[in-house]
């Protein structure tokens, strides 16, 4: 599970990065029925591109750590869950968008509980590797010889 936490967190850090860079480039065009909604929506768009890049480098800097922290995990899930239910808030009061952004309002919805439940999995993998493998191990003497006793002993006087 720590491997699947790894991969999804570098996956979604590359894909919001990449992204947010596209609609930074793109403005309007990046949103599909959006070509003709002018220069304040461009804006708006291209400003949100940054945004998006950003929480993507915040998704590879949280993977790149050893172990991967569960809190930031579950603030950025969060926040992604967030989107989705924005989205959903757009549904109920504006309408139905163009179809693409019912499948981004899918993925949003979905992939933050995924996220939740491999929070802590390469937390508890390091713990895990950093026990003794069983008792008899933990309690096998070592082979280098054991430090000579501290101080002086009783009679070297």
């Known amino acids: 599970m720590a491997r699947a936490l790894r991969f999804l967190s570098?996956?979604?850090?590359?894909?919001?990065?990449?992204?947010?860079l596209f609609h930074m480039l793109a403005g309007n065009a990046a949103v599909p029925g959006a070509a003709d909604?002018?220069?304040t929506t461009d804006s708006l768009e291209r400003f949100l591109g940054a945004i998006f890049a950003g929480y993507g480098l915040a998704?590879?800097?949280?993977?790149?750590?050893?172990?991967?922290?569960?809190?930031?995990?579950?603030?950025l899930s969060a926040l992604f869950l967030l989107g989705g239910l924005s989205r959903l808030l757009s549904l109920a009061s504006a309408g139905r968008p163009h179809w693409f952004q019912l499948v981004l309002m899918a993925?949003?919805?979905?992939?933050?509980?995924?996220?939740?439940w491999l929070a802590a999995a390469d937390v508890r993998a390091h713990a895990r590797s950093a026990q003794p493998r069983s008792a008899t191990t933990a309690q096998t003497p070592s082979a280098a010889p054991s430090a000579p006793p501290a101080g002086p002993l009783p009679g070297d006087g």
């Open 59 to 75: 998704w590879l800097h949280t993977a790149r750590q050893r172990p991967i922290p569960p809190a930031p995990v579950r603030v």
């Open 107 to 116: 993925v949003e919805l979905a992939l933050p509980p995924v996220y939740f």
């Open 37 to 39: 909604a002018g220069p």
């Open 10 to 20: 570098y996956a979604m850090g590359y894909a919001c990065v990449a992204i947010g």
